[in-house]
């Protein structure tokens, strides 16, 4: 292990490194940018919301498809030919998408953009773990986390503002040439150093990962509208759930697995995969929920739902490299249950929302909120990486990538679960409570507008339960992250030469 920690040791490449964030901030801005324009898109193809929601669920499933072999990916090819095959994917679905007059070439074009990102995270996040010694990481993952929570805190209000002004194709049209100008880059900037290395991509494998996290991606995400008792839900569920089960029981059979889940056999990377894959859950809710409240029940424009959050997901990505110091001073236990003391609180605030609840409050509540999740996710996810053998850092960014599709997807259906089912029994509630109030025979304009007041209270109530359950999941990793340490790499069981089967970027 002397020679790679030499190497370690080495200037990091910021060249390279700098090339491999703007491509990754355009991939994520672009995450965000199109659901402002969905409506717009709408009207243009004349299509319904079930049909057009395949432009975000398509991309995320995409995502949750690709993500799990990255980390073949990263030991079999080169900084070089993995950055300019994402970056190509995602430039060349971007123009597409800018000129499609199909709705189903749109939805193609949205495929090709997710199959580039879904590289870009993973390869970044490998190569920051082999350049940079444990004791600066925390420092190096903040300054990526800046980048990864800054583009969906601008994404929707700089939407907002051009589809205020242009239509919906001017979304793409404003990355394209900035994801043309990076590939361009990296074309001159990256030079493909690595080895020639002999491993194959197990095609079965490939296929029980596919099924496995697009059924659970799928089932859960549909879930939210279709309801649990669908059978494209539970059905695609459970045959999910198997196939990955099966996955699973594959890899620990092959010398190469895809995805290797020894991984889970360092405690705080384990720790780390629970906590980051709750907090998540709980993430959601606030990404979900204040927007439905803020616009629907306090009937504030969307321009002003967008002010109102914003605060809050600015100060998150500006915290991320100050917090990125602060584990590297102080380690990660502090820092996280700080983080989610802050989370925790806020969470409980908002499930006593009311009707009279102003702008301020919640503008404040959500900013402290974000607060506590800037120090929570990044710093958990480096110091239970921080624990692994080089060998292994390919597979633990892969899963911890793809745990965060899967635990937001249960996070997103099980919120909207909790608020849907609530709503329905406190509609119940009050309409009963209303009837044996009620004196005389009332006025069919009186009727309607009670059974407005009734729907806007149970929709309340429902958020509010909603909001109490994400406290609750919130609060379970607050007690997970008493129990972390800092994590020293633990020794690789093979030897050195193996152990060299890493990336190794350079400036040309």
Request: hydrophobic share 50%; net charge positive.
């Amino acid at each position: 292990m002397e020679q790679s920690n030499n190497k370690q040791t080495k200037r990091p490449p910021y060249g390279i490194l700098s090339v491999l964030m703007i491509g990754a901030f355009i991939s994520f801005l672009n995450n965000t940018l199109l659901n402002v324009a969905l409506p717009s898109i709408m009207v243009e193809f004349e299509v319904g919301p079930s049909i057009v929601q395949w432009l975000t669920t398509g991309f995320m499933l995409v995502n949750g498809i690709m993500i799990p072999t990255t980390a073949f990916l990263i030991q079999k090819y080169s900084v070089r030919k993995l950055f300019l095959t994402a970056m190509g994917l995602f430039t060349v679905g971007t123009i597409v998408a800018g000129f499609s007059d199909f709705f189903s070439v749109l939805l193609l074009a949205r495929m090709l953009q997710a199959a580039g990102s879904a590289i870009m995270m993973p390869l970044l996040m490998n190569v920051m773990l082999v350049s940079f010694p444990i004791e600066k990481r925390g420092t190096a993952m903040g300054i990526f986390g800046l980048i990864l929570m800054f583009a969906p805190a601008i994404g929707p209000t700089l939407s907002g503002l051009i589809i205020e002004h242009y239509q919906w194709r001017a979304l793409f049209y404003f990355i394209a040439p900035i994801a043309v100008a990076v590939f361009l880059f990296g074309v001159f900037m990256l030079k493909d150093k690595k080895e020639k290395v002999d491993i194959k991509l197990d095609v079965f494998s490939l296929l029980l990962s596919s099924v496995g996290f697009g059924g659970l991606l799928y089932g859960f995400s549909a879930a939210g509208n279709a309801g649990w008792g669908s059978p494209q839900v539970y059905l695609t569920i459970i045959i999910g759930a198997i196939s990955l089960f099966l996955f699973v029981k594959r890899q620990a059979k092959l010398k190469e697995p895809m995805l290797n889940f020894d991984v889970y056999k360092h405690p705080m990377f384990t720790l780390s995969s629970v906590i980051s894959s709750v907090v998540t859950m709980s993430l959601f809710s606030g990404m979900l929920l204040l927007p439905i409240f803020v616009q629907t029940v306090r009937g504030f424009s969307p321009l002003e739902a967008g002010l109102m959050l914003m605060p809050g997901a600015i100060l998150n990505a500006f915290m991320s490299p100050v917090t990125g110091r602060l584990f590297d001073k102080f380690g990660g236990r502090a820092l996280v249950v700080t983080g989610l003391v802050l989370t925790t609180v806020p969470t409980y605030y908002l499930s006593i929302l009311t009707f009279e609840t102003s702008f301020t409050y919640i503008t404040v509540i959500h900013t402290i909120r974000m607060l506590g999740m800037s120090m929570v996710l990044m710093p958990v996810q480096t110091n239970g990486l921080n624990q692994l053998p080089p060998r292994y850092y390919p597979h633990g960014t892969a899963v911890n990538n793809t745990l965060q599709q899967v635990s937001g997807a249960i996070g997103t259906a099980l919120l909207i679960t909790v608020m849907s089912n609530r709503q329905a029994v406190y509609t119940t509630q009050f309409t009963e409570s209303a009837m044996k109030e009620m004196t005389g025979t009332p006025t069919e304009a009186a009727l309607a507008e009670l059974q407005q007041q009734i729907v806007m209270k149970a929709m309340l109530e429902g958020i509010n339960d909603a909001f109490l359950v994400a406290t609750f999941i919130s609060g379970i990793a607050l007690v997970l992250a008493f129990f972390m340490k800092r994590a020293k790499q633990a020794a690789d069981p093979l030897d050195d030469k193996q152990t060299e089967k890493k990336i190794e970027p350079e400036m040309v």
